[in-house]
């Protein structure tokens, strides 16, 4: 039984919360005439937990103000309880009928009045454990048991039961994970660090952008990696993280751009103040000038840290392709043969055209796409990986259908699926990875394939860590090139267009005259990727959701990615070195190991102590390990999460876990067989022969007639 003054105390705080998260500032977007373009948009089921997350953090204030920080267990089992309550009621009676009689009633009664503020809660949080279901965007409630036969073979759309003890574990809409536990916020709850462990102000990230990360006049392109495994890098991003970003209180997007904001506009948004000499964000009268940032949705489910969440599953499952979410999912599919749906008026295959895109910088004819990943659009050479993979599902939708014709819709979708999802991850970790990491934190972290059955664990938490999420896996921002070139048949460059006019603009792919989207993979194939050193191209330094003609409309991406890291909480660099094996840092000196001694005295120009720095700067900047494209913390970061989201993966296509259909030994050989390579082969009408090593340019070229296909066959029980 829960202690019933502190429940009182609960109540009191959650009830005076509730009262201050409505009547604070929130001014929404609409009525102003700036449109603001961000790719971190919430979903229904994202803004639900906000609105609970939200109220929550203010409790948590209210509880810590009046009665101290160790009242927050005690909190906590309150709400525990009232879960277990309502999660009890839900199972015997609608939720929607008991709040209503329970509004209707004038009682005086305190017992029922306190009831009542509980349910006031409950139905704004929704009722029971299942997130999205309260949401009117529900297109198939969660199953009611996970030890069934469907969940024996078939990895559900929103990852629940991949885990069966504990069936939301890496679930889309679930919390992101901390790497080494706590968090780094001045108030130890929510307050971004703003300050210098010396006292004073920590500098802008828009200051450091300019002073550590602005590449000049010299780009340096990388001698071998092709601009494809940046590419890639950002596909298997937009697989596993989409951290929304905070909306307003009626669910429309925050206007942060005015450095006033987080008190005229919403404590949600975070500024980044500008300098006043800025070469390109200038400055207008005298008013301070900002880059706008929103925070980062807070899904806190308890009193205590504010929680940012994941809104794609979590797992490597190419959510970019299939949704994470049921209604996604279905927005992408035919209903037909297994099909996926397609765009295919210019002659070639695109995604659905998406008509109501609010966020598309491109205008009729040139609308963006639906795809699993709302980012789809964010820029054009994205839809060259979303449409290849929704071919190669056709193409295998069709062979299987011809092997056997009487399969229906939906099951013959789920073979495919699983097949394209075992290629996938057969792709990310046998070629992505070993251009990325040295074969040292491949062999130790089990990320190669050995030949033997891979091991699932279910008490591993495959979740996305924070420091993945807002700076180890950010560093492939700085692969990025300013130009995107196309190739014809030939290889002979056919044009370019640049990044910083293109971003959320779609009609480069309807470029049908400059071969459409083909020669655009076919340029990321051919071109050099840039170095992922502390250097970054001018449209990702300056032109991030820039609307064309309007110099100065967009962001800063490094000076967002250091600011990300301070509203997620991540820990200065320094912290996470002992993680990764390295010395522990007193004085700028103990870094000299780890840092060229140009890169460590740019760092001393730009913060007042090691302590300081930001992790996403600290990472980009340490000197690469040999054979590998980034540092040993980056590294140490990265391969712990792919370590998880292979061991953590009750489907990964190598696990072999018992009461699960996994694939057969020669199955798994003959995924192992199929190489990017061959899926753009077979998906293209211009590649005719392929770098030997997908990710270099420089590799001998093959002929696609010479590189295994898949014997569908092989795949039917
Ligand atoms: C032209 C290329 C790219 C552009 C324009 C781009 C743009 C963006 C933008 C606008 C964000 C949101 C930032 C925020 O609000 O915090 C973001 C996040 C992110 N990017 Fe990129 N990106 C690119 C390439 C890449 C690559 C190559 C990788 C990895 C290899 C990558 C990994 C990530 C990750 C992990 C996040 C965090 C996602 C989330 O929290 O939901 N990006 N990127
Ligand atoms: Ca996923």
Redesign the pocket.
């Known amino acids: 039984a829960v202690n019933a003054t502190v429940e009182k105390y609960v109540e009191d705080a959650i009830f005076e919360a509730m009262g201050n998260v409505n009547s604070a500032t929130s001014a929404p977007s609409s009525g102003t005439a700036e449109k603001i373009v961000?790719?971190?948009i919430a979903n229904a089921g994202a803004i639900e937990l906000q609105f609970t997350g939200d109220i929550l953090e203010e409790a948590t204030k209210i509880l810590v103000a009046k009665y101290g920080v160790d009242i927050l267990p005690a909190a906590n089992e309150v709400l525990e309880a009232w879960n277990a309550e309502s999660a009890a009621a839900a199972a015997t009676d609608s939720p929607n009928s008991s709040s209503e009689s329970d509004s209707n009633s004038n009682s005086a009664d305190s017992s029922e009045e306190s009831r009542s503020k509980r349910d006031v809660f409950r139905v704004k949080r929704g009722a029971g454990g299942y997130t999205n279901t309260a949401s009117n965007q529900t297109c198939r409630g969660p199953p009611k048991r996970c030890n069934d036969r469907v969940h024996d073979r078939i990895r559900s759309i929103t990852g629940y039961c991949n885990n069966r003890a504990n069936p939301t574990l890496g679930n889309a809409l679930t919390s992101i994970r901390r790497l080494i536990g706590t968090v780094s916020y001045t108030d130890g709850l929510q307050t971004i660090r703003n300050l210098s462990v010396t006292g004073s102000p920590l500098p802008s990230t828009r200051y450091i952008s300019n002073k550590l990360h602005d590449e000049g006049v010299n780009p340096h392109y990388s001698p071998s990696v092709n601009h494809l495994h940046?590419?890639i890098?950002?596909f298997?991003?937009h697989d596993v993280?989409?951290?929304?970003?905070s909306v307003a209180k009626d669910g429309s997007d925050l206007n942060c751009l005015s450095c006033s904001s987080p008190t005229t506009v919403s404590s949600n948004c975070a500024p980044i103040p500008v300098p006043t000499d800025d070469a390109y964000f200038k400055q207008n009268g005298t008013t301070p000038r900002c880059i706008r940032?929103t925070r980062?949705l807070n899904g806190q489910t308890g009193f205590g840290v504010r929680t940012q969440i994941?809104q794609n599953t979590h797992f490597l499952d190419m959510s970019t392709v299939y949704g994470s979410s049921d209604c996604e999912a279905q927005s992408v599919r035919s209903f037909v043969n297994g099909q996926l749906k397609e765009y295919t008026t210019l002659g070639y295959t695109l995604p659905p055209q998406n008509f109501n895109d609010s966020n598309c910088q491109s205008t009729n004819p040139y609308y963006c796409f639906t795809a699993g990943d709302f980012r789809n659009c964010?820029?054009p050479?994205l839809l060259p990986l979303h449409s290849l993979f929704i071919k190669e599902h056709n193409r295998l939708a069709t062979l299987a259908k011809q092997v056997r014709p009487n399969i229906n819709d939906e099951d013959l979708y789920q073979f495919v699926r699983r097949i394209m999802v075992a290629l996938w991850q057969n792709i990310v970790y046998t070629e992505y990875l070993p251009k990325l990491l040295t074969d040292k934190y491949l062999t130790d972290f089990k990320l190669k394939t050995t030949g033997q059955p891979g091991i699932y664990n279910n008490s591993q938490n495959p979740s996305l860590s924070a420091e993945?999420?807002?700076a180890a896996?950010?560093?492939?921002?700085s692969?990025?090139r300013q130009n995107f070139t196309r190739q014809d048949v030939n290889n002979n460059t056919i044009g370019q267009y640049d990044?910083g006019n293109n971003?959320f603009y779609s009609d480069q792919v309807y470029q049908k005259q400059l071969g459409g989207w083909e020669t655009m993979l076919n340029g990321l194939l051919r071109t050099p990727g840039m170095v992922a050193d502390r250097y970054y191209s001018f449209p990702?330094r300056n032109q991030?959701?820039e609307t064309r003609g309007q110099p100065g409309s967009g962001v800063d991406?490094v000076a967002?990615?250091i600011m990300?890291g301070r509203d997620v909480g991540l820990q200065p660099y320094v912290k996470y070195r002992s993680a990764a094996g390295l010395s522990s840092v007193n004085t700028w000196n103990d870094l000299s190991s780890t840092f060229s001694s140009t890169n460590l005295a740019a760092l001393k120009t730009v913060y007042a102590d090691p302590a300081d720095i930001d992790l996403y700067t600290g990472l980009i900047m340490e000197t690469p390990l040999t054979g590998s494209q980034i540092g040993p913390t980056a590294s140490y970061i990265i391969a712990e999460q792919f370590n998880r989201l292979k061991t953590g993966d009750r489907f990964f296509y190598e696990n072999f876990v018992p009461n699960t259909v996994g694939f057969r030994p020669e199955q798994i050989q003959a995924i192992r067989q199929i190489k990017l390579a061959k899926i753009i082969c077979d998906n293209t009408g211009i590649v005719s022969r392929v770098p030997s090593d997908i990710f270099d340019f420089t590799s001998t070229q093959v002929a696609c007639s010479s590189l295994p296909s898949i014997d569908i066959n092989l795949f039917f029980l």
């Open positions: 961000s790719s971190q940046m590419q890098g950002q298997i991003a993280i989409f951290m929304p970003s940032l980062s994941d964010l820029h050479a993945f999420t807002a896996f950010r560093f492939g921002h692969q990025a990044l971003i990702i991030l959701f991406l967002v990615n990300r």
